[in-house]
């Protein structure tokens, strides 16, 4: 029997109760709710999936079995941030929707339906939206949506760094900013952080020395002394100054090599500090600008020789509409193919220059990324590896 749409009116008031309940319950009842508001609106069935730390599987919120983010019409529209609709062997429809906080991608939802018009199709949209805003406004204090992300028994280190990353992505009209980092339960000194400004998108990359607890406290307090001097609006050389301080007055044997970085929305003028770290690529029309952004290096982070009155140098480059700027971790050209030999600066640069090529998301082309690195190993990383990506993308960017 077919399930009936209520008309809209009534669909408008189902809604706000339906927003009253879900902000209000835990994540245990949102399975419950959705159903009670699906079956109101016409719709038969949803679920709710979240997908791994990794990507590569796709959880349901419920519990259930998973799907391949790379195998799977519901993996598509991750993939793509794409509509697909598709027939199921019980015969009514699947809509597939991507959940979607901001630029970020949480997951998807799939959406059983007898028909699709595009009022039905309105009501699926407006669902999916009210999830993704109470599955992000919840994630941080709920461990039952944390282990829903996770396959696997995650370090201390890890925890204690993972607690303070920021969404893999963030993006607005202007740019985007998306990161990966692996490996996912045993990181020990990467990390990223990235934030938007109604003028600028701000992106700091971080490499502590060693592997072990200390080098997550080292990113940590790198990561905070950042944010710090950056909700203070200091400037990128004050910036810097802060880390090398709070580095030096509790954890004077520890230091981190990092890169802060600064996009000016308007104008695409890109600012830099390198504190000790691989330089930055620029990619244009599809190609690595050999040297580019390549500049002389400085001492990394929270080293003595920075806590001296010479303040950090401050680099500039103008990019293009369409330019993307990678930064990375040593950990990523430095990691050995099943061969033997190294996955290399190359390998990494050709997998981004493909994907993007091919229409692949920012976000996208470096999780196929970071994938093929894995995939090339049979003993994991040896270290960890990061890639954070730019993308400068003003109205008018093909």
Same mark, same amino acid.
């Given at each position: 029997? #077919?399930?009936?749409?209520?008309?809209?009116?009534?669909?408008?008031?189902?809604? @706000?109760?339906?927003?009253?309940?879900?902000?209000?319950?835990?994540?245990?009842?949102?399975?419950?709710?959705?159903?009670?508001?699906?079956?109101?609106?016409?719709?038969?069935?949803?679920?709710?999936?979240?997908?791994?730390?990794? @990507?590569? @599987?796709?959880?349901?919120?419920?519990?259930?079995?998973? !799907? !391949?983010?790379?195998?799977?019409?519901?993996?598509?529209?991750?993939?793509?941030?794409?509509?697909?609709?598709?027939?199921?062997?019980?015969?009514?429809?699947?809509?597939?929707?991507?959940?979607?906080?901001?630029?970020? $991608?949480?997951?998807?939802?799939? %959406?059983?339906?007898? #028909?699709?018009?595009?009022?039905?199709?309105?009501?699926?949209?407006?669902? /999916?939206?009210?999830?993704?805003?109470?599955?992000?406004?919840?994630?941080?204090?709920?461990? @039952?949506?944390?282990?829903?992300?996770?396959?696997?028994?995650?370090?201390?280190?890890?925890?204690?760094?993972?607690?303070?990353?920021?969404?893999?992505?963030?993006?607005?009209?202007?740019?985007?900013?998306?990161?990966?980092?692996?490996?996912?339960?045993?990181?020990?000194?990467?990390?990223?952080?990235?934030?938007?400004?109604?003028?600028?998108?701000?992106?700091?990359?971080?490499?502590?020395?060693?592997?072990? !607890?200390?080098?997550?406290?080292?990113?940590?307090?790198?990561?905070?002394?950042?944010?710090?001097? $950056?909700?203070?609006?200091?400037?990128?050389?004050?910036? /810097?100054?802060?880390?090398?301080?709070?580095? #030096?007055?509790?954890?004077?044997?520890?230091?981190?090599?990092?890169?802060?970085?600064?996009?000016?929305?308007?104008?695409? /003028?890109?600012?830099?500090?390198?504190?000790?770290?691989?330089?930055?690529?620029?990619?244009?029309?599809?190609?690595?600008?050999?040297? #580019?952004?390549?500049?002389?290096?400085?001492?990394? %982070?929270?080293?003595?020789?920075?806590?001296?009155?010479?303040?950090?140098?401050?680099? $500039?480059?103008?990019?293009?509409?369409?330019?993307?700027?990678?930064?990375?971790?040593?950990?990523?050209?430095?990691?050995?193919?099943?061969?033997?030999?190294?996955?290399?600066?190359?390998?990494?640069?050709?997998?981004?220059?493909?994907?993007?090529?091919?229409?692949?998301?920012?976000?996208?082309?470096? $999780?196929?990324?970071?994938?093929?690195?894995?995939?090339?190993?049979?003993?994991?990383?040896?270290?960890?590896?990061?890639?954070?990506?730019?993308?400068?993308?003003?109205?008018?960017?093909?």
């Amino acid at each position: 029997m #077919a399930v009936e749409s209520v008309p809209a009116g009534d669909g408008e008031h189902l809604l @706000q109760e339906f927003l009253a309940a879900v902000h209000s319950a835990p994540p245990s009842h949102f399975p419950a709710l959705i159903d009670r508001y699906a079956a109101q609106i016409g719709l038969r069935r949803v679920t709710v999936y979240l997908v791994d730390l990794q @990507q590569r @599987q796709l959880t349901p919120l419920a519990g259930g079995e998973r !799907l !391949l983010v790379d195998d799977s019409s519901a993996g598509w529209s991750y993939r793509t941030l794409g509509l697909r609709v598709e027939e199921s062997s019980a015969g009514p429809l699947i809509v597939w929707l991507p959940l979607i906080d901001g630029a970020d $991608r949480l997951g998807v939802v799939g %959406m059983h339906v007898d #028909a699709l018009d595009g009022a039905l199709l309105r009501r699926c949209r407006t669902l /999916v939206a009210v999830l993704s805003m109470a599955i992000t406004s919840q994630r941080r204090v709920s461990d @039952q949506l944390v282990q829903r992300t996770r396959t696997d028994t995650m370090t201390l280190p890890a925890e204690l760094v993972r607690s303070l990353l920021p969404p893999r992505t963030v993006g607005s009209a202007r740019a985007v900013s998306t990161a990966v980092l692996e490996p996912a339960y045993e990181l020990g000194g990467d990390a990223f952080d990235h934030a938007l400004t109604e003028s600028t998108l701000h992106a700091v990359i971080l490499d502590a020395m060693g592997h072990n !607890l200390a080098s997550g406290l080292t990113t940590s307090i790198a990561m905070a002394g950042c944010r710090s001097a $950056r909700r203070m609006g200091a400037d990128l050389p004050e910036l /810097v100054k802060t880390v090398d301080q709070v580095l #030096a007055d509790w954890l004077p044997e520890q230091y981190c090599t990092g890169i802060a970085a600064r996009l000016d929305l308007l104008s695409g /003028v890109l600012t830099w500090c390198n504190c000790g770290h691989p330089p930055p690529l620029l990619i244009r029309d599809h190609q690595v600008l050999d040297k #580019a952004l390549e500049r002389p290096g400085e001492p990394p %982070m929270g080293t003595p020789a920075t806590l001296a009155d010479t303040p950090r140098t401050v680099h $500039r480059e103008a990019l293009e509409p369409g330019d993307r700027v990678l930064l990375y971790t040593d950990g990523v050209t430095e990691a050995r193919t099943a061969g033997g030999g190294r996955f290399g600066l190359a390998g990494f640069t050709d997998s981004i220059i493909r994907a993007t090529a091919a229409g692949e998301l920012a976000s996208e082309a470096l $999780r196929q990324l970071m994938h093929a690195i894995l995939e090339s190993r049979h003993e994991g990383l040896s270290d960890d590896a990061t890639i954070l990506l730019l993308e400068w993308r003003p109205p008018g960017t093909r």
